[in-house]
T-cell receptor, first 112, second 113 residues
Framework: NAGVTQTPKFRVLKTGQSMTLLCAQDMNHEYMYWYRQDPGMGLRLIHYSVGEGTTAKGEVPDGYNVSRLKKQNFLLGLESAAPSQTSVYFC???????????FGPGTRLTVL | GENVEQHPSTLSVQEGDSAVIKCTYSDSASNYFPWYKQELGKGPQLIIDIRSNVGEKKDQRIAVTLNKTAKHFSLHITETQPEDSAVYFCAASMWGSQGNLIFGKGTKLSVKP
């Protein structure tokens, strides 16, 4: 099992560009999450999904959109990137709310 | 909503010494408290967790203690080794409910050989 995988690993964008980060899990988990990690800020939840076709806002959702068209995939989109979105993005999945979350390796995004 | 405070933000110990990281939480309904280890360039990985029906749990050199009355829990690492150097995150949630995991801001542990 690959667990949770993220694509791409690194990306540099110019202000105003758009991009999509892909997360995939092979553990048949219902719940999936997108976090951002900034120095000294810990892990902050952007959006999450409780099942295929569902999404919900987390702590810092502004500027991001998500989709969960397939159970195994969770996409994070930036429509118009801003320098404040420079961060490391982690995807995670779990089989239940509040249970152990399995994290992907992260995507380092730089917005110039 | 739940709020988790974690201290210290950085911790440096000599190899072989013990390390203790402490967290407090605000929501008395929280009943699941995991600890994650994040090595450089990797995603966080669960190392130990505890539920509110127990006060202490051990796994080799690591242990977690929970004080529900005071609403705090701690991670203890004994006989530290250089490979223990990492960022450690505590978290709290109501297992199985609508509440997500709420993470502390992390502790960077450095173990000096």
């Amino acid at each position: 099992n690959a667990g949770v995988t993220q694509t791409p690993k690194f990306r540099v964008l110019k202000t105003g560009q758009s991009m999509t980060l892909l997360c995939a899990q092979d553990m048949n988990h219902e719940y999936m999450y997108w976090y951002r990690q900034d120095p000294g800020m810990g892990l902050r939840l952007i959006h999450y999904s409780v099942g295929e076709g569902t999404t919900a806002k987390g702590e810092v959702p502004d500027g991001y959109n998500v989709s969960r068209l397939k159970k195994q995939n969770f996409l994070l989109g930036l429509e118009s990137a801003a320098p404040s979105q420079t961060s490391v993005y982690f995807c995670a999945s779990s089989y239940n709310f509040g249970s152990e979350q399995f994290f992907g390796p992260g995507t380092r995004l730089t917005v110039l | 909503g739940e709020n988790v405070e974690q201290h210290p933000s950085t911790l440096s110990v000599q190899e072989g010494d013990s390390a203790v990281i402490k967290c407090t939480y605000s929501d008395s309904a929280s009943n699941y408290f995991p600890w994650y280890k994040q090595e450089l360039g990797k995603g966080p990985q669960l190392i130990i967790d505890i539920r509110s029906n127990v006060g202490e749990k051990k796994d080799q050199r690591i242990a977690v203690t929970l004080n529900k009355t005071a609403k705090h829990f701690s991670l203890h690492i004994t006989e530290t080794q250089p490979e223990d150097s990492a960022v450690y995150f505590c978290a709290a949630s109501m297992w199985g409910s609508q509440g997500n995991l709420i993470f502390g801001k992390g502790t960077k542990l450095s173990v000096k050989p």
